[in-house]
């Protein structure tokens, strides 16, 4: 089995930073990518964006410009830098790994989710 875990979910004001992290675990024989989806309250969850292994990016519009995905220094890690956060921004940001575990197919697994709260 794989574990996720974010943490770094914390109140901030309105044009702001944070740094989320995370961190996967368990029976992984490799990691495809890492990436951040949230969900805000009454909203559907939506792509924030993504890493690959090789350290391809990708990013929604709304964050552009503003957020920073990367992986981390530490094996099966990534982080998510955001800077000029704003309002809207607000939400429970959750991490998904795509992780092989040695048999079957690639499989996605999601983390319980940190919440971000920007305050205008």
């Known amino acids: 089995q794989v574990q996720v875990a974010e943490s770094g979910g914390n109140l901030v004001q309105s044009g702001g930073s944070l740094t989320l992290s995370c961190a996967a675990s368990g029976r992984i024989f490799s990691l495809h990518s890492m990436g951040w989806y949230r969900q805000a309250p009454g909203k559907q969850r939506e792509l924030v964006g993504s890493?690959?292994?090789?350290?391809?990016?990708v990013y929604a519009d709304s964050v552009k410009g503003r957020f920073t995905i990367s992986n981390g220094n530490v094996k099966n890690t990534a982080s998510l830098q955001m800077n000029s956060l704003r309002p809207e921004d607000t939400a429970t940001y959750y991490c998904?790994?795509?992780?092989?575990?040695?048999?079957?197919?690639?499989?996605?697994?999601w983390g319980q989710g940190t919440q971000v709260t920007v305050s205008s």
């Open positions: 998904i790994a795509l992780v092989s575990s040695g048999t079957g197919p690639p499989q996605y697994y």
């Open positions: 890493v690959t292994s090789t350290n391809t990016t």
